[in-house]
């Protein structure tokens, strides 16, 4: 079965600070992987996805991923924080695109002036 | 660029009622999906959808929910008698085939149980 963990339910940084959102999962066999966001009332928008090609994903609006098999990590990160990047990130896992996906339990980004 | 719609955006219900979630996945994709996400908690699988049945549903989706492609272009979630514990987001999620194309959300029906 497939599973994220997601080791900070919040993360406050300052504008224009690095940013990084740790994600790790647990994968019976090569997992796709995906971070999502979600802004206060609205769905759920991709940021990135990771399905087994380059171990470096980037994604929109500045963020990157990297894949690390040993450590069963998909960390997000992003240079620079900026004050529109507040809002629930989701590292998710599933098998393949069309099956379920599992979410972990979602990290809080707080960016703070 | 396309989009998954989803209507309404907030259903007020009473307990016991039936409810029926509306959503339009993106055109041309022919996978899709519910998920919900009780308040402060994390997003749950519920149903996935193919070629007019369901490929897989969750613990969570039992004799009081069902799905239907009513048509080409709608697909809904109804819940037949709600309970108190129904109250969350609902997302409609499609895509477009299994070669790990990522499924495409819509906003979300906030439903509230009185």
């Known amino acids: 079965a497939q599973s994220v963990t997601q080791l900070d339910s919040h993360v406050s940084v300052s504008e224009g600070t690095p940013v990084l959102l740790r994600c790790n999962y647990s994968?019976?066999?090569?997992?796709?992987l995906f971070w999502y966001v979600q802004h206060p009332n609205k769905g759920l928008q991709l940021l990135l996805k990771y399905t087994s090609a380059a171990t470096l994903v980037k994604g929109i609006n500045g963020f990157e991923a990297e894949f690390k098999k040993s450590e069963t990590s998909f960390h997000l990160t992003k240079p620079s924080a900026h004050m529109s990047d507040a809002a629930e990130y989701f590292c998710v896992v599933t098998p393949t695109g069309f099956q379920k996906l599992v979410f972990g339990t979602g990290t809080r980004l707080l960016v703070s002036p | 660029e396309p989009e998954v719609t989803q209507t309404p955006s907030h259903q007020v219900t009473q307990m016991g009622q039936e409810v029926i979630l509306r959503c339009v996945p993106i055109s041309n994709h022919l996978y899709f999906y519910w998920y919900r996400q009780i308040l402060g908690q994390k997003v749950e699988f519920l149903v996935s959808?193919?070629?007019?049945?369901?490929?897989?549903k969750s613990e969570i989706f039992d004799d009081q929910f069902s799905v239907e492609r009513p048509d080409g272009s709608n697909f809904t979630l109804k819940i037949r008698s709600t309970k108190l514990e129904d109250s969350a987001m609902y997302f409609c999620?499609?895509?477009?085939?299994?070669?790990?194309?990522?499924?495409?959300f819509g906003d979300g029906t906030r439903l509230s149980i009185l």
């Open positions: 994968s019976s066999y090569s997992p796709s």
């Open positions: 999620a499609s895509t477009n085939s299994y070669s790990n194309q990522p499924q495409h």
């Open positions: 959808f193919y070629n007019n049945e369901i490929s897989e």
